[in-house]
Protein backbone atom coordinates (compact mmCIF):
# COMPACT_ATOMS: atom_id res chain seq x y z
CA UNK A 1 0.00 0.00 0.00
CA UNK A 2 1.11 3.31 -0.56
CA UNK A 3 1.63 4.29 3.12
CA UNK A 4 4.17 1.35 3.59
CA UNK A 5 5.97 2.58 0.50
CA UNK A 6 6.21 6.21 2.02
CA UNK A 7 7.38 5.06 5.50
CA UNK A 8 9.07 2.22 4.38
CA UNK A 9 8.67 0.60 8.00
CA UNK A 10 5.08 -1.78 7.93
CA UNK A 11 5.73 -4.83 6.13
CA UNK A 12 2.85 -7.64 5.49
CA UNK A 13 3.92 -9.65 8.49
CA UNK A 14 3.90 -6.77 10.79
CA UNK A 15 1.32 -4.42 9.81
CA UNK A 16 1.77 -2.03 13.34
CA UNK A 17 5.81 -1.63 12.69
CA UNK A 18 5.44 1.98 13.37
CA UNK A 19 3.11 2.17 15.73
CA UNK A 20 5.15 4.91 17.21
CA UNK A 21 5.58 7.34 14.43
CA UNK A 22 2.78 10.12 15.14
CA UNK A 23 1.69 8.61 18.40
CA UNK A 24 0.32 9.90 21.28
CA UNK A 25 1.99 9.10 24.62
CA UNK A 26 0.63 10.19 28.06
CA UNK A 27 2.95 10.05 30.73
CA UNK A 28 1.95 8.92 34.32
CA UNK A 29 4.60 9.90 37.35
CA UNK A 30 3.47 6.77 39.49
CA UNK A 31 4.09 8.43 42.42
CA UNK A 32 1.71 10.62 42.21
CA UNK A 33 -1.35 9.38 39.62
CA UNK A 34 -3.45 7.12 42.24
CA UNK A 35 -2.95 5.29 45.98
CA UNK A 36 -4.58 2.07 46.11
CA UNK A 37 -2.71 1.35 49.10
CA UNK A 38 -3.95 4.18 51.54
CA UNK A 39 -0.22 5.38 52.35
CA UNK A 40 -0.12 8.46 50.41
CA UNK A 41 1.84 6.81 47.44
CA UNK A 42 0.55 6.72 44.16
CA UNK A 43 1.20 2.66 43.29
CA UNK A 44 1.34 -0.11 39.86
CA UNK A 45 -2.42 -0.96 41.16
CA UNK A 46 -3.40 2.33 40.94
CA UNK A 47 -2.53 2.99 37.78
CA UNK A 48 -4.98 -0.26 37.02
CA UNK A 49 -7.76 1.47 38.56
CA UNK A 50 -7.45 4.81 36.55
CA UNK A 51 -6.42 3.15 33.07
CA UNK A 52 -9.86 3.23 31.25
CA UNK A 53 -10.10 6.98 32.17
CA UNK A 54 -6.43 7.31 30.39
CA UNK A 55 -7.89 5.42 27.42
CA UNK A 56 -11.55 7.19 26.84
CA UNK A 57 -8.55 10.21 26.08
CA UNK A 58 -7.97 8.35 22.86
CA UNK A 59 -3.93 8.02 23.50
CA UNK A 60 -2.09 5.45 21.95
CA UNK A 61 0.36 4.61 25.01
CA UNK A 62 1.40 5.31 28.48
CA UNK A 63 4.69 5.88 29.97
CA UNK A 64 5.45 5.07 33.26
CA UNK A 65 8.03 7.14 35.10
CA UNK A 66 10.26 4.70 37.20
CA UNK A 67 8.93 2.26 39.53
CA UNK A 68 11.94 0.21 40.12
CA UNK A 69 13.45 -1.10 43.58
CA UNK A 70 14.98 2.52 44.79
CA UNK A 71 16.10 4.53 47.99
CA UNK A 72 14.27 7.33 46.23
CA UNK A 73 17.21 10.12 46.46
CA UNK A 74 15.88 10.98 43.47
CA UNK A 75 12.37 9.46 43.43
CA UNK A 76 13.26 6.38 41.09
CA UNK A 77 15.70 7.70 38.94
CA UNK A 78 18.27 6.57 41.32
CA UNK A 79 17.84 2.38 40.89
CA UNK A 80 19.32 -0.21 43.15
CA UNK A 81 17.50 -3.01 41.30
CA UNK A 82 16.34 -2.77 37.33
CA UNK A 83 14.41 -5.77 37.43
CA UNK A 84 12.22 -5.56 40.19
CA UNK A 85 9.81 -2.94 41.52
CA UNK A 86 9.79 -1.19 44.53
CA UNK A 87 7.26 -2.02 47.04
CA UNK A 88 6.15 1.25 47.59
CA UNK A 89 4.89 0.65 44.19
CA UNK A 90 3.87 -2.96 44.12
CA UNK A 91 5.49 -6.21 42.98
CA UNK A 92 6.47 -7.22 39.77
CA UNK A 93 2.83 -9.07 39.88
CA UNK A 94 1.21 -5.89 40.08
CA UNK A 95 3.28 -4.41 37.23
CA UNK A 96 2.14 -7.63 35.08
CA UNK A 97 -1.93 -6.54 35.91
CA UNK A 98 -0.30 -2.64 34.29
CA UNK A 99 0.32 -4.32 31.12
CA UNK A 100 -2.33 -6.84 30.76
CA UNK A 101 -4.99 -4.32 31.45
CA UNK A 102 -3.42 -1.64 29.07
CA UNK A 103 -3.34 -3.67 26.54
CA UNK A 104 -6.86 -4.83 27.27
CA UNK A 105 -7.39 -1.17 26.43
CA UNK A 106 -5.42 -1.22 22.99
CA UNK A 107 -2.65 1.18 24.95
CA UNK A 108 0.81 0.28 24.32
CA UNK A 109 3.02 0.18 27.67
CA UNK A 110 6.39 2.21 27.33
CA UNK A 111 8.20 2.17 30.80
CA UNK A 112 11.35 4.95 32.06
CA UNK A 113 14.73 3.12 31.91
CA UNK A 114 17.50 4.80 33.08
CA UNK A 115 20.46 3.63 31.65
CA UNK A 116 23.24 6.45 32.45
CA UNK A 117 23.32 5.87 36.14
CA UNK A 118 22.41 3.63 39.62
CA UNK A 119 22.01 4.46 42.97
CA UNK A 120 24.66 3.92 44.88
CA UNK A 121 23.12 1.04 46.39
CA UNK A 122 22.89 -0.98 43.59
CA UNK A 123 25.12 -3.81 44.30
CA UNK A 124 27.39 -3.26 41.14
CA UNK A 125 28.08 0.10 43.00
CA UNK A 126 28.72 -1.91 46.21
CA UNK A 127 31.48 -4.02 44.68
CA UNK A 128 32.81 -1.74 42.20
CA UNK A 129 33.87 1.17 45.19
CA UNK A 130 35.68 -1.92 47.05
CA UNK A 131 39.71 -1.17 47.11
CA UNK A 132 40.23 -5.17 45.76
CA UNK A 133 39.80 -5.62 42.09
CA UNK A 134 36.62 -7.67 41.28
CA UNK A 135 34.44 -8.01 37.98
CA UNK A 136 32.05 -4.87 38.97
CA UNK A 137 35.52 -2.51 39.47
CA UNK A 138 34.93 -0.92 35.74
CA UNK A 139 31.30 -0.69 35.92
CA UNK A 140 31.73 3.02 36.66
CA UNK A 141 33.68 5.99 35.66
CA UNK A 142 36.66 6.36 38.09
CA UNK A 143 39.68 8.42 37.93
CA UNK A 144 42.95 8.96 39.93
CA UNK A 145 42.98 12.53 41.95
CA UNK A 146 45.15 15.28 40.21
CA UNK A 147 48.30 15.75 42.21
CA UNK A 148 46.73 17.82 44.60
CA UNK A 149 44.34 16.12 45.58
CA UNK A 150 41.39 18.04 43.34
CA UNK A 151 39.27 16.02 41.15
CA UNK A 152 40.30 14.91 37.61
CA UNK A 153 38.50 17.56 35.66
CA UNK A 154 36.24 20.39 35.53
CA UNK A 155 32.96 19.08 35.22
CA UNK A 156 29.69 19.82 36.99
CA UNK A 157 26.98 18.39 38.42
CA UNK A 158 23.40 19.32 36.92
CA UNK A 159 22.12 18.85 40.87
CA UNK A 160 25.10 21.40 42.14
CA UNK A 161 29.04 21.60 42.34
CA UNK A 162 31.48 19.17 40.94
CA UNK A 163 30.71 15.99 38.86
CA UNK A 164 33.11 14.00 41.21
CA UNK A 165 32.72 12.42 44.66
CA UNK A 166 35.53 10.98 46.43
CA UNK A 167 35.84 7.41 47.61
CA UNK A 168 37.92 6.84 50.55
CA UNK A 169 38.07 2.92 49.77
CA UNK A 170 39.55 3.27 46.33
CA UNK A 171 41.38 6.61 46.91
CA UNK A 172 39.53 7.47 43.65
CA UNK A 173 36.93 9.60 42.50
CA UNK A 174 33.72 8.60 40.76
CA UNK A 175 31.68 10.94 38.35
CA UNK A 176 28.07 11.53 39.02
CA UNK A 177 26.49 14.08 36.81
CA UNK A 178 23.56 14.12 39.23
CA UNK A 179 23.16 13.68 42.34
CA UNK A 180 26.15 12.02 44.47
CA UNK A 181 23.96 9.13 45.51
CA UNK A 182 23.63 8.57 41.27
CA UNK A 183 27.13 6.70 40.08
CA UNK A 184 27.98 7.14 36.51
CA UNK A 185 27.67 3.95 34.50
CA UNK A 186 31.37 3.24 32.48
CA UNK A 187 29.30 2.33 29.13
CA UNK A 188 32.66 2.32 27.55
CA UNK A 189 32.95 -1.12 29.25
CA UNK A 190 31.11 -3.93 26.62
CA UNK A 191 30.35 -5.75 29.70
CA UNK A 192 28.40 -3.19 31.21
CA UNK A 193 26.11 -2.27 27.32
CA UNK A 194 25.54 -6.16 27.81
CA UNK A 195 24.01 -5.90 31.26
CA UNK A 196 21.76 -2.91 29.87
CA UNK A 197 20.96 -4.63 26.97
CA UNK A 198 19.18 -7.92 29.37
CA UNK A 199 17.41 -5.37 31.64
CA UNK A 200 15.62 -4.17 28.89
CA UNK A 201 15.47 -7.47 27.42
CA UNK A 202 13.42 -8.55 30.79
CA UNK A 203 10.98 -5.91 30.32
CA UNK A 204 10.33 -6.83 26.39
CA UNK A 205 10.17 -10.45 27.94
CA UNK A 206 7.26 -8.99 30.59
CA UNK A 207 5.14 -7.36 27.57
CA UNK A 208 6.34 -3.25 27.62
CA UNK A 209 6.06 -2.30 23.78
CA UNK A 210 9.02 0.48 24.79
CA UNK A 211 10.94 2.67 26.67
CA UNK A 212 11.74 6.31 27.50
CA UNK A 213 15.20 6.91 27.96
CA UNK A 214 16.14 9.01 30.58
CA UNK A 215 19.41 11.18 29.91
CA UNK A 216 20.25 9.61 26.48
CA UNK A 217 22.97 11.86 25.76
CA UNK A 218 24.63 11.08 29.05
CA UNK A 219 25.39 7.28 28.31
CA UNK A 220 29.42 7.88 27.58
CA UNK A 221 31.63 10.59 28.95
CA UNK A 222 34.99 11.12 27.36
CA UNK A 223 37.51 8.37 27.75
CA UNK A 224 40.29 11.08 28.28
CA UNK A 225 38.13 12.98 30.90
CA UNK A 226 38.80 16.61 28.82
CA UNK A 227 38.15 19.80 30.57
CA UNK A 228 35.01 21.46 29.31
CA UNK A 229 35.25 24.40 27.41
CA UNK A 230 33.83 27.47 29.21
CA UNK A 231 30.70 28.84 28.00
CA UNK A 232 30.30 32.91 27.04
CA UNK A 233 27.63 34.27 29.33
CA UNK A 234 25.36 35.22 25.92
CA UNK A 235 25.03 31.80 24.67
CA UNK A 236 24.28 30.60 28.37
CA UNK A 237 20.57 28.55 28.36
CA UNK A 238 19.06 27.26 31.09
CA UNK A 239 16.32 25.06 29.21
CA UNK A 240 18.52 22.25 31.21
CA UNK A 241 19.49 23.71 34.61
CA UNK A 242 18.02 26.49 36.19
CA UNK A 243 19.76 30.10 35.94
CA UNK A 244 21.24 29.90 38.96
CA UNK A 245 22.96 26.70 38.52
CA UNK A 246 26.54 27.07 37.42
CA UNK A 247 26.04 24.00 35.39
CA UNK A 248 25.07 26.64 32.68
CA UNK A 249 28.63 28.13 32.79
CA UNK A 250 30.05 25.40 30.77
CA UNK A 251 29.87 23.90 27.07
CA UNK A 252 29.51 20.25 27.56
CA UNK A 253 31.53 18.64 24.82
CA UNK A 254 33.04 16.07 26.92
CA UNK A 255 30.73 14.88 29.67
CA UNK A 256 27.75 14.01 27.44
CA UNK A 257 27.46 13.89 23.73
CA UNK A 258 30.11 11.17 22.81
CA UNK A 259 29.74 9.58 19.54
CA UNK A 260 30.03 6.13 21.14
CA UNK A 261 26.50 6.28 22.19
CA UNK A 262 25.23 5.54 17.97
CA UNK A 263 26.59 2.17 18.31
CA UNK A 264 25.09 1.18 21.72
CA UNK A 265 21.89 2.62 20.59
CA UNK A 266 22.09 0.59 17.55
CA UNK A 267 22.35 -2.35 19.72
CA UNK A 268 19.48 -1.05 21.68
CA UNK A 269 17.08 -0.45 18.90
CA UNK A 270 17.94 -4.05 17.36
CA UNK A 271 16.92 -5.87 20.48
CA UNK A 272 13.78 -3.29 20.23
CA UNK A 273 12.74 -4.44 16.77
CA UNK A 274 12.52 -8.14 17.59
CA UNK A 275 9.61 -7.33 19.94
CA UNK A 276 8.22 -4.04 17.74
CA UNK A 277 9.31 -2.08 20.46
CA UNK A 278 9.61 1.46 19.96
CA UNK A 279 12.14 4.11 22.52
CA UNK A 280 11.44 7.68 23.02
CA UNK A 281 15.02 9.41 24.18
CA UNK A 282 15.57 12.60 26.37
CA UNK A 283 18.05 14.94 25.28
CA UNK A 284 19.58 16.87 27.92
CA UNK A 285 21.47 19.49 25.95
CA UNK A 286 20.71 23.40 26.24
CA UNK A 287 22.72 24.01 22.99
CA UNK A 288 22.86 20.58 20.85
CA UNK A 289 19.19 19.61 21.71
CA UNK A 290 17.87 19.44 18.17
CA UNK A 291 21.14 18.33 16.10
CA UNK A 292 21.73 15.27 18.77
CA UNK A 293 17.62 14.85 18.49
CA UNK A 294 18.86 14.52 14.66
CA UNK A 295 22.18 11.83 15.31
CA UNK A 296 20.22 9.53 17.34
CA UNK A 297 16.98 9.36 14.88
CA UNK A 298 18.54 9.22 11.83
CA UNK A 299 17.54 5.86 9.47
CA UNK A 300 16.50 3.07 10.50
CA UNK A 301 18.91 1.55 13.09
CA UNK A 302 18.94 4.02 16.08
CA UNK A 303 15.91 5.26 18.31
CA UNK A 304 12.35 5.75 16.86
CA UNK A 305 12.03 9.10 18.52
CA UNK A 306 13.60 11.74 20.40
CA UNK A 307 12.79 14.98 22.36
CA UNK A 308 14.98 17.94 23.12
CA UNK A 309 13.69 21.13 25.21
CA UNK A 310 12.86 23.74 23.02
CA UNK A 311 8.93 23.68 23.52
CA UNK A 312 9.79 22.56 27.24
CA UNK A 313 11.34 26.10 27.83
CA UNK A 314 10.09 28.99 29.78
CA UNK A 315 9.73 31.22 26.69
CA UNK A 316 6.47 30.88 25.24
CA UNK A 317 5.98 29.93 21.45
CA UNK A 318 5.66 32.73 19.07
CA UNK A 319 5.27 31.99 15.43
CA UNK A 320 9.20 33.63 14.81
CA UNK A 321 10.08 30.95 17.47
CA UNK A 322 8.43 28.03 15.80
CA UNK A 323 9.28 28.68 12.15
CA UNK A 324 13.04 28.63 13.04
CA UNK A 325 12.48 25.55 15.29
CA UNK A 326 11.44 23.75 12.32
CA UNK A 327 13.52 25.30 10.10
CA UNK A 328 16.79 24.03 12.10
CA UNK A 329 14.96 20.37 12.80
CA UNK A 330 15.16 20.64 8.88
CA UNK A 331 18.27 21.54 9.00
CA UNK A 332 20.04 19.12 11.37
CA UNK A 333 17.21 16.52 12.10
CA UNK A 334 15.57 16.41 8.64
CA UNK A 335 15.76 12.51 8.59
CA UNK A 336 14.92 12.37 12.41
CA UNK A 337 11.90 12.22 14.05
CA UNK A 338 10.43 14.40 17.20
CA UNK A 339 8.45 13.62 20.30
CA UNK A 340 7.22 17.11 21.36
CA UNK A 341 6.02 17.73 24.78
CA UNK A 342 4.46 21.15 26.56
CA UNK A 343 5.03 19.63 30.15
CA UNK A 344 6.35 16.99 31.94
CA UNK A 345 7.90 15.65 35.71
CA UNK A 346 10.79 17.81 35.49
CA UNK A 347 9.63 21.19 34.13
CA UNK A 348 6.91 23.90 35.52
CA UNK A 349 3.76 22.88 33.78
CA UNK A 350 3.07 25.04 31.16
CA UNK A 351 -0.15 26.79 31.51
CA UNK A 352 1.68 28.46 34.30
CA UNK A 353 5.30 28.68 32.55
CA UNK A 354 3.41 30.38 29.58
CA UNK A 355 0.86 32.72 31.64
CA UNK A 356 -1.84 30.88 29.35
CA UNK A 357 -5.38 31.52 29.80
CA UNK A 358 -8.35 29.03 28.44
CA UNK A 359 -8.40 29.91 25.28
CA UNK A 360 -4.32 29.85 24.63
CA UNK A 361 -4.17 26.13 26.33
CA UNK A 362 -6.81 25.06 24.13
CA UNK A 363 -4.84 26.70 20.85
CA UNK A 364 -1.68 24.82 22.26
CA UNK A 365 -3.40 21.78 22.63
CA UNK A 366 -4.30 21.29 18.94
CA UNK A 367 -1.14 22.33 17.90
CA UNK A 368 0.48 19.62 19.87
CA UNK A 369 -1.86 17.20 18.00
CA UNK A 370 -0.92 18.90 14.44
CA UNK A 371 2.26 19.34 14.77
CA UNK A 372 4.88 16.83 12.49
CA UNK A 373 6.14 13.90 15.17
CA UNK A 374 4.72 12.28 18.61
CA UNK A 375 3.63 13.93 21.07
CA UNK A 376 3.59 13.29 24.96
CA UNK A 377 0.50 15.18 27.41
CA UNK A 378 1.94 14.84 31.13
CA UNK A 379 -1.03 13.61 33.54
CA UNK A 380 -3.33 17.14 34.21
CA UNK A 381 -1.83 18.76 31.61
CA UNK A 382 -5.56 17.82 29.81
CA UNK A 383 -7.62 19.01 33.16
CA UNK A 384 -5.24 22.65 33.07
CA UNK A 385 -3.53 21.94 35.99
CA UNK A 386 -1.66 25.24 37.27
CA UNK A 387 2.08 24.85 38.70
CA UNK A 388 1.60 23.99 42.47
CA UNK A 389 3.28 26.55 44.85
CA UNK A 390 4.52 23.77 47.09
CA UNK A 391 5.78 25.22 50.73
CA UNK A 392 9.65 24.74 51.68
CA UNK A 393 8.90 22.69 54.45
CA UNK A 394 7.05 19.93 52.17
CA UNK A 395 9.67 20.02 49.71
CA UNK A 396 10.75 16.67 48.59
CA UNK A 397 12.54 17.11 45.43
CA UNK A 398 16.58 17.52 46.00
CA UNK A 399 17.34 19.80 43.06
CA UNK A 400 14.63 22.26 45.08
CA UNK A 401 15.90 21.97 48.54
CA UNK A 402 19.64 22.68 46.73
CA UNK A 403 18.90 26.09 44.37
CA UNK A 404 16.13 26.93 46.90
CA UNK A 405 14.40 29.89 46.54
CA UNK A 406 16.01 31.24 43.45
CA UNK A 407 14.78 27.95 41.72
CA UNK A 408 11.74 26.03 43.78
CA UNK A 409 12.31 22.29 42.08
CA UNK A 410 10.23 20.05 40.54
CA UNK A 411 7.67 19.51 43.12
CA UNK A 412 5.70 22.07 41.51
CA UNK A 413 4.82 19.51 38.64
CA UNK A 414 4.50 16.63 40.95
CA UNK A 415 1.82 16.96 43.38
CA UNK A 416 -0.89 14.56 43.34
CA UNK A 417 -3.30 13.99 40.57
CA UNK A 418 -7.16 15.16 41.57
CA UNK A 419 -9.82 13.10 40.91
CA UNK A 420 -13.09 14.56 42.83
CA UNK A 421 -13.30 17.61 43.95
CA UNK A 422 -15.33 16.23 47.14
CA UNK A 423 -12.20 13.75 48.53
CA UNK A 424 -9.75 16.07 50.53
CA UNK A 425 -6.82 14.65 48.59
CA UNK A 426 -9.14 15.35 45.30
CA UNK A 427 -9.44 11.40 45.51
CA UNK A 428 -6.18 10.60 45.12
CA UNK A 429 -5.61 8.53 48.32
CA UNK A 430 -7.31 7.86 51.56
CA UNK A 431 -4.47 8.66 53.70
CA UNK A 432 -4.66 12.36 55.47
CA UNK A 433 -1.15 13.15 54.16
CA UNK A 434 -0.13 12.82 50.90
CA UNK A 435 3.76 12.11 50.19
CA UNK A 436 3.39 15.84 48.58
CA UNK A 437 0.10 17.93 49.55
CA UNK A 438 -2.84 17.96 46.89
CA UNK A 439 -3.21 21.81 46.24
CA UNK A 440 -6.63 23.31 47.34
CA UNK A 441 -6.66 24.78 44.02
CA UNK A 442 -6.35 22.07 42.00
CA UNK A 443 -9.69 20.62 43.21
CA UNK A 444 -11.69 22.65 40.80
CA UNK A 445 -10.12 20.83 38.07
CA UNK A 446 -10.75 17.95 39.38
CA UNK A 447 -11.83 14.65 36.81
CA UNK A 448 -15.01 14.62 38.22
CA UNK A 449 -15.79 18.15 37.44
CA UNK A 450 -14.43 18.22 33.85
CA UNK A 451 -16.44 14.99 32.78
CA UNK A 452 -19.21 17.40 34.13
CA UNK A 453 -18.67 20.56 32.33
CA UNK A 454 -18.98 20.57 28.53
CA UNK A 455 -16.75 23.27 28.13
CA UNK A 456 -13.77 21.64 30.53
CA UNK A 457 -10.47 21.64 28.82
CA UNK A 458 -10.32 17.80 29.11
CA UNK A 459 -12.91 17.66 26.07
CA UNK A 460 -10.70 19.52 24.18
CA UNK A 461 -8.04 17.41 24.39
CA UNK A 462 -9.89 14.53 23.79
CA UNK A 463 -11.53 16.09 20.81
CA UNK A 464 -7.58 16.91 19.10
CA UNK A 465 -6.57 13.82 19.99
CA UNK A 466 -9.24 12.39 18.37
CA UNK A 467 -8.64 14.88 15.57
CA UNK A 468 -5.42 13.47 15.22
CA UNK A 469 -5.99 9.79 15.03
CA UNK A 470 -8.74 10.56 12.59
CA UNK A 471 -6.57 12.20 9.95
CA UNK A 472 -3.68 9.90 9.13
CA UNK A 473 -2.00 13.17 7.45
CA UNK A 474 -1.70 14.78 11.10
CA UNK A 475 0.72 11.47 12.53
CA UNK A 476 2.16 10.38 9.34
CA UNK A 477 2.43 13.61 6.97
CA UNK A 478 5.22 15.75 5.61
CA UNK A 479 5.05 19.42 7.56
CA UNK A 480 5.72 21.99 4.78
CA UNK A 481 4.80 25.68 3.96
CA UNK A 482 5.77 26.98 7.06
CA UNK A 483 5.43 30.59 7.71
CA UNK A 484 4.64 32.76 10.42
CA UNK A 485 2.08 35.70 9.72
CA UNK A 486 1.20 38.40 11.83
CA UNK A 487 2.09 35.99 14.68
CA UNK A 488 0.18 33.02 13.34
CA UNK A 489 2.29 30.04 12.96
CA UNK A 490 0.77 27.95 10.02
CA UNK A 491 1.82 24.85 7.77
CA UNK A 492 0.52 22.47 5.57
CA UNK A 493 0.92 18.43 6.27
CA UNK A 494 0.07 16.37 3.39
CA UNK A 495 0.15 12.34 2.84
CA UNK A 496 -0.70 10.97 -0.30
CA UNK A 497 -3.61 12.62 -1.51
CA UNK A 498 -4.47 14.62 1.50
CA UNK A 499 -3.37 17.98 2.55
CA UNK A 500 -4.87 19.73 5.73
CA UNK A 501 -4.36 23.39 6.40
CA UNK A 502 -2.89 24.64 9.66
CA UNK A 503 -3.06 27.89 11.08
CA UNK A 504 -2.76 29.25 14.73
CA UNK A 505 -3.11 32.61 16.02
CA UNK A 506 -0.77 32.98 18.65
CA UNK A 507 -1.36 36.88 19.76
CA UNK A 508 -3.85 39.18 21.33
CA UNK A 509 -4.49 40.78 17.96
CA UNK A 510 -6.97 39.86 15.28
CA UNK A 511 -5.00 38.41 12.49
CA UNK A 512 -5.92 38.03 8.39
CA UNK A 513 -4.58 35.50 6.47
CA UNK A 514 -4.68 33.81 3.27
CA UNK A 515 -5.17 30.55 2.48
CA UNK A 516 -3.07 28.65 0.20
CA UNK A 517 -4.55 28.01 -3.78
CA UNK A 518 -6.58 25.61 -4.42
CA UNK A 519 -10.51 23.96 -3.05
CA UNK A 520 -10.06 24.20 0.83
CA UNK A 521 -12.40 23.10 3.09
CA UNK A 522 -13.81 23.54 6.73
CA UNK A 523 -12.37 21.23 9.13
CA UNK A 524 -12.26 20.68 12.57
CA UNK A 525 -15.45 22.30 13.61
CA UNK A 526 -14.90 20.67 17.40
CA UNK A 527 -12.05 22.56 18.08
CA UNK A 528 -13.31 25.77 17.24
CA UNK A 529 -11.79 25.94 13.57
CA UNK A 530 -12.82 28.89 12.03
CA UNK A 531 -15.66 29.12 9.41
CA UNK A 532 -14.19 29.65 6.04
CA UNK A 533 -15.15 32.00 3.20
CA UNK A 534 -15.34 31.70 -0.82
CA UNK A 535 -12.50 34.14 -1.21
CA UNK A 536 -9.67 32.01 0.39
CA UNK A 537 -9.01 35.44 3.44
CA UNK A 538 -9.64 34.33 6.92
CA UNK A 539 -10.04 36.40 9.49
CA UNK A 540 -8.28 34.91 12.87
CA UNK A 541 -9.38 36.23 16.44
CA UNK A 542 -6.75 36.08 19.19
CA UNK A 543 -6.46 32.62 20.12
CA UNK A 544 -8.47 31.48 17.13
CA UNK A 545 -7.66 28.18 14.83
CA UNK A 546 -7.99 27.47 10.86
CA UNK A 547 -8.21 23.93 9.44
CA UNK A 548 -9.09 23.43 6.06
CA UNK A 549 -8.86 20.25 4.08
CA UNK A 550 -7.56 19.63 0.35
CA UNK A 551 -7.82 16.52 -1.46
CA UNK A 552 -5.34 16.35 -4.81
Not at 191 to 208: N, S, Y
Not at 463 to 474: D, Q
Amino acid sequence: MQFAQEIQTDTAENPDADWWRGAVIYQIYPRSFQDSTGNGIGDLRGIVQRLPYIASLGVDAIWISPFFTSPMADFGYDIADFRDVDPVFGTLKDFDAVVEAAHALGLKVMIDLVFSHTSDQHSWFKQSRETEPNDKSNYYVWADAKPDGTPPNNWLSIFGGSAWQWESRRCQYFLHNFLTSQPDLNLHEPVVQTELLDIAKFWLERGVNGFRLDTINFYFADKNLRDNPALPPEQRNASIAPVVNPYNYQEHLYDKNQPETLGFLRQLRKLMDGYNAAAVGEVGDSQRGLEILGEYTAGDDLMQMCYAFELLSGDQPTADMLVGLFAKMDAVAGDGWACWAFSNHDVKRHVSRWSLGDPAARLFATLLMCLRGSACIYQGEELGLPEADVPFEDLQDPYGIEFWPKFKGRDGCRTPMVWEQSNQNGGFSSNPKTWLPVPSEHLAHAVSNALDDPDALLHHYRAAIGFRRANLVLSKGSMTDIQAQNNVFRFVRTHGKTNIFCAFNLGEAQAEIQLPSGSWQQIGQELDSVVLHHDGVVMLEPWQICLALKTD
